[in-house]
C-alpha cells in the first residue's frame, strides 16, 4: 500500500558528498517523523537522523552531527539526507523510515511505520 525508494547511494572517496532521496507512494497518509538509519554487514542498524512533520526539528546521531542535514518536501512526499564530509565508517547501507499520522493526528514516539528498501553507499579512503 506505501512504498518508500531511496536513491541517491553510490561509491566517493572520503571528504566528498551525496544527497540520499526518499519517496513515498501507494496509498495516500499523513507522514509524522521522517528519518533515516544505516547498517553496516554484520552490525545493527543504527539512527541517523529524523525530522518531524514540518520540518520544524531535527535530530542527529552524535556521529554525523555537522556533516549531514536532513529535509523534507511534504508537497513530494520526499525526506532528504545531505552527506557531506563522508568517512570510510559512513559505509553502510541506508534506510529511509516514515510514522504515519493516525486520525490525522501524529504523535510523538519512537518506532516506524514504513520503511524503505536501502540504498548503497560506500566511502573508500
Known amino acids: 500500500q506505501v512504498q518508500l525508494v531511496e536513491s541517491g547511494g553510490g561509491l566517493v572517496q572520503a571528504g566528498g558528498s551525496l544527497r540520499l532521496s526518499c519517496a513515498a507512494s501507494?496509498?495516500?497518509?499523513?507522514?509524522?517523523?521522517m528519518g533515516w538509519f544505516r547498517r553496516a554487514p554484520g552490525k545493527k542498524r543504527t539512527f541517523v537522523a529524523a525530522?518531524?512533520?514540518?520540518?520544524?526539528?531535527?535530530d542527529y546521531a552524535d556521529s554525523v552531527k555537522g556533516r549531514f542535514t536532513i529535509s523534507r518536501d511534504n508537497a513530494k512526499n520526499t525526506v532528504y539526507l545531505q552527506m557531506d564530509s563522508l568517512r570510510p565508517e559512513d559505509t553502510a547501507v541506508y534506510y529511509c523510515a516514515v510514522q504515519r499520522a493516525r486520525d490525522e493526528t501524529c504523535y510523538l514516539r519512537e518506532e516506524y511505520d514504513y520503511w524503505g528498501q536501502g540504498t548503497q553507499v560506500t566511502v573508500s579512503s
Open positions: 525530522i518531524s512533520r514540518y520540518g520544524d526539528s531535527t
Open positions: 501507494g496509498q495516500t497518509f499523513t507522514s509524522c517523523t
